[in-house]
């Protein structure tokens, strides 16, 4: 047993002088440079948030639909764009003929698409003007919006 | 724990199904329906407040002093003006319209909101103006019916300094205005009682553009009786009045084509240009001011170099916030004052008079004292005068109206503003 032992000591002590032996500097003339690639990947991630349903009041013209990044990790110039895309017109669930027009709006203009370059908040409307209110007959209207999110290279 | 868990996943799926969630890794292109959902109620609540002086009836029932109703939502209904005995109708109108009345019946069609129809009747002697039935007042096609979630004060659009609806005159004029220059010199092409105009037909980029402007004309003081006050020298005594412009209202003037608003109070008028009025709501108070009396400390000191001559009025424009309200007169690019001159040249013969216009300074200014420079004066604008505005003053003869068609006319550049004559 005693052998065993000291077998495995100097199997040891034998490997530790060979990895000493790695670090050892023999040419102490001029110094040395080398270079090591470090890689790695990072995934790219992000989230928006959509809201699912947007009630609108009775005679409002303007109602929010809030868009928003919540997390932003994605390659330099690369954007996350979201557009929109809609019948434009709130049908009545009774009467699908009865309908109630509207626009979304982003600022003063038709909103069509946005680009987020980072986390953050931009506002949209839904607008119904006084007018489509004012002659729309009873009943609950609904229209469904389309919101497709991509994330694009920005050439500039 | 397991409970608390529990709750927490139920809390979570709650937060997600009210919010839709995009999330993805890497790129690639994720699409997501958003509901959009109206409710358009199929009833509204109409609330009838009769003055004093007169019931209304309707559908053979007698309603006097405030009643309440539904109306099936774009229903008609009709309302008979049955003045007592002594009494003569003055006036109807619903959220700062005057409705026009046929004889004795008010015709409300096609109802498509909560409202307040406010009918007022004055005791048949010593009456000097009948709002609404002097056939210059615009009839109402009877679909201005809105929220009456408003307060009572809300409905009406003037209102007097301690928030009661008084009655005015409402007009509409049609001007050719030069779109491009900011003195805003307009010249009446015709007066339209109509409806309104296509808003393309007011393009800036006009050299000149039909203006359609809603003339909102505040009356004299009256007393409890309904006649109208005088002072001393027998002239009609006019009070401070406000404006509400509530967001609804404006976009409705908006795509009925006007362009301007004119609040007109005893011998003044504030010109709004409607594009530059946000969407928000907001309130306009003009106050005719006898000279020097109510002004601050500071503002006197300020004045001291100044002959001041003619009449005095104080403008200013505030938007609600989540605060409170905020003064946004001076955000409200080419916002006009203009002065019937023959009130300013009416007390001292001068060949030129100059406005000046002081902002609201707070007693012990004297920081700002010494910041303000004279921008605040400025040149005099010679401005024609609609004569239709003028016959607000009925002490001016013809021949007066022909000699008084020009105005001082002058922007306001700063907050809560006085302007006066030098």
Redesign the interface.
């Known amino acids: 047993m005693k052998k065993i032992l000291l077998w495995m000591l100097s199997f040891c002590l034998f490997g530790s002088m060979t990895a000493m032996a790695d670090n050892v500097i023999t040419d102490t003339a001029a110094d040395k440079t080398a270079s090591t690639t470090v890689s790695t990947t990072v ?14 009041t ?2 409002a ?2 109602s929010d ?1 809030l868009l928003s990044v919540t ?1 932003f990790r994605l390659a330099p110039k ?1 954007v996350i764009r979201v557009s929109a895309s ?1 019948g434009g017109t ?1 049908k009545n669930s009774v009467d699908p003929t009865k309908i ?1 027009a ?1 626009q979304i709006k982003q600022g003063n203009a038709v909103f069509q698409s946005t680009d987020f370059k980072g986390v953050g908040k931009q506002k949209l409307t ?1 607008e ?4 489509a ?19 694009p290279v920005l050439e500039n | 724990m397991k409970r608390r868990h529990e709750m927490h996943n139920c809390w979570h799926f709650l937060t997600l ?27 509204h609540t109409v609330v009838i407040n009769c003055g004093a002086g007169g019931s209304v009836f309707m559908d053979g029932q007698e309603y006097s002093g405030r009643s309440e109703f539904e109306v099936p ?2 229903n008609s209904f009709t309302l008979t003006i049955q003045p007592k005995e002594g009494y003569q109708f003055e006036a109807a109108w619903c959220n700062g319209q005057v409705l026009g009345i046929s004889g004795s019946r008010l015709t409300i069609s ?1 109802v ?2 909560d409202g307040t129809i406010y009918v007022s009747f004055c005791k048949k002697s010593g009456q000097t103006n009948e709002p609404g039935n002097n056939g210059e007042t615009e009839k109402s096609d009877g ?1 201005d019916i ?2 009456a979630s408003q307060d009572a004060a809300a409905e009406s659009i003037v209102i007097d300094e301690n928030g009661k609806p008084v009655p005015y005159e409402q007009k509409i004029l049609r001007i050719t205005e030069n779109a491009d220059t900011d003195n805003g010199t307009g010249q009446e092409k015709e007066t339209n009682a109509g409806g309104g105009a296509d808003p393309d037909e007011n393009a800036d980029a006009d050299e000149t553009s039909d203006q359609l402007v809603m003339v909102i004309r505040t009356l004299p003081e009256q007393n409890e009786s309904g006649e109208f006050l005088s002072d001393a020298a027998g002239n009609p005594v006019y009070a401070a009045r406000s404006l509400l412009l509530s ?2 209202l404006l ?2 003037w908006t ?1 009925q084509g006007y362009t301007q608003v004119w609040f007109v109070v005893k011998d003044a008028v504030l010109v709004l240009p409607l594009k530059q009025l946000k ?1 928000e709501a907001c309130q306009v108070v003009l106050t005719p001011l006898e000279l020097q009396k109510e002004l601050t400390e500071s503002q006197r000191k300020l004045l001291k170099e100044f002959e001041l001559a003619g009449p005095m009025y104080h403008a200013k424009i505030t938007a609600k916030t989540e605060d409170g309200a905020a003064d946004i007169t001076d955000q409200i690019q080419n916002l006009r004052i203009r002065m019937l001159s023959k009130t300013v040249f009416s007390e001292k013969e001068r060949q030129e008079m100059k406005l000046l216009l002081l902002p609201d300074l707070p007693e012990n200014a004297e920081e700002e004292l010494k910041q303000l420079d004279m921008k605040y004066i400025t040149e005099k604008e010679a401005s024609v005068w609609l004569e239709e505005i003028l016959r607000m003053d009925e002490t001016l003869t013809e021949e007066e109206l022909q000699q008084t068609v020009y105005c001082f006319e002058a922007k306001l550049p700063c907050a809560g503003v006085t302007v006066m004559a030098y």
């Open positions: 995934e790219a991630a992000y989230s928006v948030v959509i809201p699912a349903s947007v009630p609108i009775y005679g013209i303007s639909l997390a690369q809609s709130l109630i509207y839904v119904i003007t006084s007018a209110w004012n002659t729309a007959a009873a009943g609950t209207y609904t229209d469904m919006v389309t919101f497709t999110v991509s994330t | 199904s009210a919010l839709f969630l995009v999330f993805l890794l890497g790129t690639g292109t994720a699409a997501q329906n958003t509901n959009i959902v109206a409710k358009v109620p199929s009833a939502r774009l096609g498509y909101a679909q809105t929220d967001a609804r976009q409705d795509e969407k």
